[in-house]
């Protein structure tokens, strides 16, 4: 339909809007890096959230193109935070459909050398859901990028049938501790279990950790207690947009 239409239109992608959420090192209570999470800035409809036009991006084929275009808007971004003297890491949100096609990963490399940002600048984030269908092949796609200092998260963890499998897998760098975990930590006694064997599990697999949906003070308290890498959630600030980094970037403490 006329949804599917638009975003299929080179033109959508000028209405692209990237919001940015950070994550805070929980050693040091510092932001070094940031999560873009896109926003559809609709000609009459307004601000869109990725649950309103994500499903049509992938029916309409044009997911490839605009995530394509989401990393080269987060690179531009990286690239300016680093020239200021503030370097801090960004990552984005991929799928296995973008990670089956071969041109849209190779586009990574290139993208990250024409701006000059050394590849761990770029976390890409991936859900253990979308590794599932074809494990091996998106390994095979992602592995590339890994070996050239790449990082990968695995993103929601905890919530698929084959969790541990997953890390058993795969070799990441990074394991995002979905919110629903991180929502009872302070509460219920099995979901602290869950996380602190999660965060103990990673560090001894070399994986850092994200928490992510932290929303109260006792929650950080917690995960810091626990070894957590990053906390990531409202506590610390909601997704903004880039100049909003930039002044969080810029302000000492
Ligand atoms: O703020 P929020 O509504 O953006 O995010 C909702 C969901 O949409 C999250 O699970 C997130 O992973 C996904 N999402 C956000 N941005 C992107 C993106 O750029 N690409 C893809 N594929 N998914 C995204
Ligand atoms: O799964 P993805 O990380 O990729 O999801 C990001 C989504 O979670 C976005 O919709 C974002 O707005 C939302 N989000 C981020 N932090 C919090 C939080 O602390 N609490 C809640 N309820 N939602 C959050
Ligand atoms: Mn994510
Ligand atoms: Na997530």
């Not at 275009?69 to 990286?78: E, F, G, T």
């Not at 050398?113 to 979308?130: A, N």
């Not at 995960?223 to 906390?231: D, F, Q, R, S, V």
Request: charged share 25%.
């Amino acid at each position: 339909q006329r949804t599917v239409r638009e975003l299929r239109s080179p033109a959508s992608h000028e209405q692209l809007v990237l919001m940015y959420q950070p994550k805070l090192r929980l050693s040091t209570g510092r932001v070094d890096g940031v999560e873009a999470l896109v926003r559809w800035r609709h000609p009459t409809r307004g601000l869109l959230v990725p649950a309103d036009f994500v499903p049509l991006l992938e029916e309409a084929g044009a997911l490839r193109a605009w995530t394509s275009s989401i990393l080269n808007v987060a690179l531009d971004d990286a690239a300016r935070w680093r020239q200021r003297g503030t370097p801090v890491g960004v990552a984005v949100n991929i799928t296995a459909e973008w990670l089956q096609d071969a041109r849209a990963v190779h586009e990574v490399l290139p993208a990250l050398g024409l701006r000059s940002l050394p590849p761990s600048t770029l976390t890409l984030e991936i859900t253990e859901q979308s590794l599932v269908a074809d494990p091996e092949a998106a390994w095979r796609r992602i592995e590339p990028l890994r070996a050239a200092g790449v990082r990968i998260s695995l993103d929601d963890f905890g919530t698929g049938y084959n969790s541990l499998s997953a890390l058993h897998d795969f070799p990441v760098d990074e394991v995002k501790i979905d919110r629903s975990f991180v929502e009872t930590v302070g509460g219920d006694a099995r979901a602290r279990a869950l996380v602190k064997s999660t965060i103990a599990l990673a560090e001894e697999l070399g994986s850092e950790t994200v928490a992510e949906g932290v929303e109260t003070e006792e929650q950080r308290r917690l995960l810091a207690e626990m070894g957590c890498t990053y906390a990531q959630g409202f506590l610390i600030s909601e997704p903004v947009p880039a100049e909003r980094i930039d002044d969080l970037l810029a302000s000492p403490g």
